[in-house]
């Protein structure tokens, strides 16, 4: 028999993953078509500017929200593709916040590694996405900054077996990174 038996791939790319970062990984495992930089580099200012325009709006319902984000591009006179930016901010602070309910659970119900895991894979995820496991199992870095989510290392570790595990094949871990790469553009810039 030639080559590795599909447990020794994920067996090496378990100690391949261990420690690394949320864009070496998804840069590595990813198709190319899946990790171009979008058209508009990340830019603060730009999203300060959209921020700004929808800040004396609120609150306001998801159709009222359209409307003006649509106003906001023809009144900051910004390309359609600059919403992504938006977007991405949007949905990275709706990951914070899930990780920071993830933080508060793990420390009033004093979870051990076992009951954390559990709690992890059978209830958060269901709420944060199932793609989004990527933004807990590897830190982001960008620039000097750094963001772990309030994980510890043994977690995260023990976060990432389970996941290889039962993702049962390095094709399928590549389909997941292609599928994370798509739905986060900006996955190398995120707003931390």
């Not at 709006?57 to 006179?77: D, G, R, T, Y």
């Not at 894979?121 to 750094?146: D, T």
């Amino acid at each position: 028999m030639f080559g590795f038996s599909e447990a020794e791939k994920l067996s090496k790319l378990k100690k391949t993953l261990s420690g690394r970062n949320l864009d070496e990984v998804i840069i590595e495992f990813a198709e190319e078509k899946y990790t171009k930089k979008p058209a508009i580099k990340y830019d603060s200012e730009i999203l300060r500017k959209i921020v700004d325009y929808l800040a004396d709006k609120e609150p306001m319902s998801n159709e009222e929200k359209i409307v003006h984000l649509k106003n906001a591009q023809s009144h900051l006179a910004l390309p359609a593709e600059a919403f992504d930016i938006y977007f991405a901010w949007n949905k990275y602070n709706a990951v914070k916040s899930a990780a920071e309910v993830l933080y508060n659970t793990t420390i009033i119900c004093e979870f051990s590694q076992g009951e954390w895991l559990d709690h992890f894979l059978n209830l958060f995820l269901r709420e944060v996405g199932l793609e989004n496991i990527f933004f807990f199992v590897f830190p982001q870095r960008s620039n000097l900054s750094y963001e772990d989510h309030k994980i510890s290392t043994e977690n995260r570790e023990a976060l990432l077996e389970v996941f290889l595990d039962n993702i049962a094949s390095r094709s399928n871990f590549c389909k997941m990174a292609n599928h994370f790469a798509a739905m986060n553009p900006y996955f190398r810039d995120f707003p931390m």
